[in-house]
């Protein structure tokens, strides 16, 4: 087995399916406030998809081995909830964490990307939390090129969560993504330099850390689905897609909203191919 390069037609595809997911997480962004319930974003955001961009939500009825079919078009993970929270009847209060994770399929690419929401005010602790997980996730994508080797990016993710006295989870991790969701290889947010495998340009998967404020350890829980921190600890996550070029990196899930990236990552990396 072995990590796919992409083609110059999929590295097209795979631009336009990510500018689109990062759409619908712009399209979202002013309906997060408290009172809004995690099902009405979700109905929202499958609808902008359907009826907008006519891309598919690829999480609806996804079924890996040993789960129950997805039921929601998107993921939102409020609070202690570290991943793949069921959108539901639960309205947000002011001070909620939310990440809202979209998925989309448009001509047979995915692309993937989530970032953090708060509902009115969040606390200090929420927020720096936040900001935390965005500058791992940037870190990592920093040290994307070719000849760098996958542990380079868990390394840097690990060091600068542990250092702020927050713990990576170690369950769920980045992957490869095309025309399939879920591909190899796993990019683990935690690691050591130069170990695992070497990148390659046309290499394209997804970083997206999962930072606990408390313990990392995580629960499952009974709808087959949803994780959560074992601690009640908050959780927070942020997710690009990326593609290895020649020189370093391309972001691929970019839109006019999205945040910028930290002031300390240098744009060397976003050099234009194909
Ligand atoms: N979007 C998630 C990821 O980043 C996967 C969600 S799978 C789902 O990999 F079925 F829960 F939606
Ligand atoms: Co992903
Ligand atoms: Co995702």
Known sequence: MSISIKSDEDIRGMRIAGRLAAEVL???TPFVKPGVTTAELDRLCHEYMTN???SIPAPLNYCPPGYTPYPKAVCTSVNDVICHGIPGDKALKNGDAVNIDVTIIKDG???????????GQPSILAKRLGDITYECMWLGISKIRPGAHLGDIGYVIQQHAEKAGYSVVREFCGHGIGKVFHEEPQVLHYGRPGTLEKLEAGMIFT???MINAGRREIREMGDGWTIRTKDRSLSAQWEHTVLVTETGYE????????PPPPAFI??????ETA
């Open 52 to 54: 907008v961009q006519d």
């Open 251 to 258: 972001v691929l899930t970019v839109s006019p909203g999205m």
């Open 266 to 271: 240098k744009p060397a990396g976003q050099t």
């Open 26 to 28: 712009d399209y979202i």
């Open 207 to 209: 970083v997206e850390p």
């Open 109 to 119: 690419y995915h692309g993937d990307t989530s970032r953090m929401f708060y509902a």
